[in-house]
């Protein structure tokens, strides 16, 4: 993907008006020949539009104006602390470090045993040792049959993930624990692969909604926990593909959030 174009393109306003400036022009034509970068751009001009529409909603209290200005007396002079546009300038690096505490990640969550198990079972995969129990291009299909064995089946696929073709899946025993795992065509370098157990049966759980970062050999890994199940998506494209691909569990929690102000 054209990470440069990505990098334009994030500050394309979704209401069509860069539509004719020049500094975007490469990296609209860009999109427009790279299905991916489209959908990204497509995304990101959503999720845009979804933020602007709860901002506009939330109304600012009628006594802003006075609370910031007050304290301040015109006729003395002006030392460099009582400057209102300093004080304005202030309160929008504040609200920008509270916005920019919902889109980084929490703190590091190093990876568990039957993580670093289930990925030694994907390395095998790999190589050809071990192979798929069921294949198939759908991953709803993929989801029946596990469900059918009786197997731990991903409840919630992040909506850009399951968009992908599969290859297949897989499930199995290991220390009394089960373990499933559905393999996507992503990227260039054999694609991502999510797993799934029980949450349950694990004595330390990743972190609820919000997907934690780690890395484990050659595999970039996410892990979080939703309901009854605990979940670790791995590639080995870098962590920011499996964020694109997770994007949309991020982009909800920041509009829930907006949702509080009003």
Known sequence: MNEEAKLILSAYR??????????????????GNDPALAEWLA???AFDRAVSRKLAEVSAPDTLRERILAGVKLSRPRRWW???QLWLAAAA???????????????????AEWQKHALSVLDELENGRTGFDKRGRDS???VAWLRTQSAPAPTEIPAKLSARTTYGCKTWQWNGQRISLMCFKAGEKGGVHLFTTDRASL????????PAFDRHGNWFVASWSKDRH????????????????????RSSQQIAWLLELR
């Open 230 to 249: 605990s979940y670790m998506l791995a590639g080995e494209e870098g962590e920011p593909m499996l964020r694109e691909l997770i994007a949309q569990r």
């Open 203 to 210: 004595t330390k759980a990743p972190p609820e909604g919000t």
């Open 14 to 31: 979704p209401n069509g008006e860069d539509a004719a400036d020049p500094a975007f022009a490469q990296a609209l034509a860009a999109a």
């Open 43 to 45: 995304d990101q001009q």
């Open 82 to 84: 009582r400057l209102p």
């Open 93 to 111: 690096v504040a609200l920008l470090a509270m916005l920019g505490s919902f889109v980084r990640s929490p703190s590091k969550y190093e990876i």
């Open 140 to 142: 709803s299909q993929l």
